[in-house]
């Protein structure tokens, strides 16, 4: 095809103007000697309230740290294990929970990268039970004076020894905590008496009993729970010693009549007189024989504070009379003298 009037297209051309730098006004220079001071502070206080943050979060950890360790909190297993940190081995989680480490490898929980290194919980021994207290025996009693087991001196005072483990004046006495097996008790005697034991073990039901006469005795001590057993009740029975009793002396020393020739219905009295000694409560006996006829005697007469008695009879007929009388001890005419005869 022919171009009829048509012209080629014309190439265009296009001015490139050089690029031009502008400068800010005034220049970065003199904006930071007009405000560099303020920059510098910014950023002083700005890395001063992140370290303060930081030091916040850590004290809040360890005290976290601190009173879990201190109370055993739920969910720390009431113990501590340790977690290894990828980002720095150094460092320790402490308080380890569901899997999940807590604590000092960076600020804030759960920023342990690695995991924790799991743990058996510790068992801890049982403890051992306390072991029984031993059973030991109680050596416990009374002295007392006899008859009928008086408390009284001189017995109270009396000092009880248990060999190898002291002595005891106290009244009633007490051994207490005595390893058992066999034991020897003693006691003092005072002047003027016998001493004797009754000896119950586990019960106090033998004093009654005629005393073991003695002044020491060896017995098994039980052991046992005192006051339910484990116990041995001794008494002490002292009786005073009887001094014997002086031979009684007695003796009809004289028979006197008040009338020297009686006639028949006249009363006679006859007046025995007696000597005596170590006797307290002496008696006089009469006789009377009729012309040598049998004796009639009479019932017993207390002697007077003069050591006198007298009898009295009525003659009952005429005839010849033998008067008799005898001292005696006590009314029971047990211990007399001989009959002694007057005309």
């Known amino acids: 095809m022919d171009n009829i009037g048509l012209q080629p297209p014309q190439p265009s051309i296009v001015t490139v103007e050089e690029p031009k730098i502008i400068k800010p006004a005034g220049g970065f220079g003199r904006i930071m000697r007009k405000h560099g001071l303020k920059f510098l ?11 303060g943050i930081w030091l916040e979060v850590k004290v809040v950890q360890q005290k976290q740290q601190v009173e879990s360790q201190a109370t055993g909190v739920s969910g720390c297993a009431g113990h501590i294990e340790k977690c290894e940190c990828d980002n720095d081995p150094d460092d320790d989680c402490s308080w380890k929970s569901n899997g999940s480490c807590y604590g000092s490898c960076y600020s804030g929980y759960n920023d342990c990268a690695g995991s924790c ?3 058996p919980d510790e068992v801890l021994p049982s403890p051992s039970p306390s072991p029984a207290p031993p059973l030991l025996c109680t050596i416990q009693g009374r002295k007392v004076i006899m008859p009928g087991n008086q408390r009284i001196e001189p017995a109270s005072s009396q000092t009880v020894t248990l060999a190898g483990n002291g002595t005891s004046t106290a009244n009633p006495y007490y051994f207490v905590g005595v390893a058992p097996g066999n034991k020897t008790v003693s006691v003092s005697t005072p002047g003027g008496y016998t001493v004797g034991y009754t000896l119950c073990i586990n019960n106090i039901n033998c004093h009654d009993n005629a005393p073991t006469p003695g002044s020491s005795v060896t017995f098994d001590c039980p052991a046992g729970n005192y006051p339910a057993d484990g116990y041995a009740d001794l008494y002490w029975h002292y009786t005073p010693i009887s001094s014997p009793s002086p031979n009684p002396i007695i003796s009809c020393t004289d028979l006197t009549s008040n ?4 006639v028949v ?75 002694g005869q007057a005309n």
């Open 265 to 339: 219905g006249q009363s006679v009295t006859g007046t025995c007189h007696g000597s005596f000694s170590s006797v307290t409560a002496p008696v006089a006996r009469f006789g009377v024989s009729i012309n040598g006829g049998e004796f009639m005697r009479s019932e017993i007469i207390p002697l007077n504070a003069a050591g006198t008695a007298n009898y009295t009879v009525t003659v009952p007929i005429a005839g010849t009379y033998l008067v008799q009388c005898q001292i005696c001890t006590d009314a029971t005419a047990s211990t007399c003298t001989t009959w």
């Open 41 to 51: 502070m910014g950023g002083l206080l700005t890395l001063l309230l992140g370290a």
């Open 117 to 119: 290194e799991s743990e």
């Open 259 to 262: 009338v020297a020739a009686p």
